[in-house]
């Protein structure tokens, strides 16, 4: 299957501070890459869509300005919390869809990074 | 709202017993994935399932697509410590936006005690 990494696996960081989070694809190229918030024994919460070239489509209730995402490449989205408080420690995980054939949407799969650990301390 | 019902949400089971996991929507999808998930890693993709009464097999584990694409199930036979993990599902519905979003299922805890 395809490989999508990201950096850092895990950061600490003070209250107030900003943390970037970086999602590769590693051998495919991807227009659209995810986001999603996961809590402790809880399934995964989307937050935003990520394509490339143009800005992203957040989910009803993630305040865009901040969780800065930017698309700058096919093999590359960035979220930056901005401002980080204790609240938004969680695990944050991306994921990178695939065109397996055809155009139709049953033939994307998606593929998901190992995860960032977020603490705010 | 666009909802898909996993159930259980928890199960803890003996070494070399049979399981059936759930997920269903009042809605169709395009195509459903299952997935596996251990804790601090992101989600594994098992398995993809597209066509209505789609069957799929991977070792023990028997993926089903409902006829009307509304539902699948996983079923997990003999099993195994090394099954322990969380178990999601997630589908494409069929009316949704051209993004292909995945909606995911709440997850179902699998605790296999040896």
């Known amino acids: 299957g395809a490989v999508v990494s990201q950096h850092p696996s895990r950061v600490i960081c003070k209250s107030g501070t900003s943390v970037k989070i970086e999602c590769r694809s590693l051998d495919f190229q991807a227009t659209t890459m995810f986001w999603y918030r996961q809590f402790p024994k809880k399934s995964l919460m989307l937050m935003a869509t990520s394509n490339e070239g143009s800005k992203a489509t957040y989910e009803q209730g993630v305040e865009k300005d901040k969780f800065l995402i930017n698309h700058a490449s096919l093999t590359l989205s960035t979220l930056t919390v901005t401002s980080a408080h204790p609240e938004d420690s969680s695990f944050y995980i991306c994921?990178?869809?695939?065109?397996?054939?055809?155009?139709?949407?049953?033939?994307?799969?998606?593929?998901f990074g190992p995860g960032t650990r977020l603490t705010v301390t | 709202t666009q909802l898909l019902e996993q159930s259980p949400q928890f199960l803890s089971i003996q070494e070399g017993e049979n399981l059936t996991v759930y997920c269903n929507s009042s809605?169709?999808?395009?195509?459903l994935q299952w997935y596996r998930q251990e804790p601090g890693e992101g989600p594994v993709l098992l398995v993809t399932?597209?066509?209505?009464?789609e069957v799929k097999k991977l070792k023990r584990l028997t993926f089903q697509f409902g006829d009307a694409r509304k539902d699948s199930s996983l079923h997990i036979t003999a099993a195994q410590p090394g099954d322990t993990g969380l178990y999601l599902c997630?589908?494409?519905?069929?009316?949704?936006?051209?993004?292909?979003?995945?909606?995911f299922g709440q997850g179902t805890t699998l605790q296999v005690k040896p």
């Open positions: 994921s990178a869809r695939v065109q397996t054939s055809g155009r139709a949407l049953s033939s994307y799969e998606q593929y």
């Open positions: 997630a589908g494409v519905y069929l009316g949704s936006s051209n993004t292909g979003k995945l909606i």
């Open positions: 399932v597209v066509t209505g009464g």
């Open positions: 809605s169709v999808f395009s195509s």
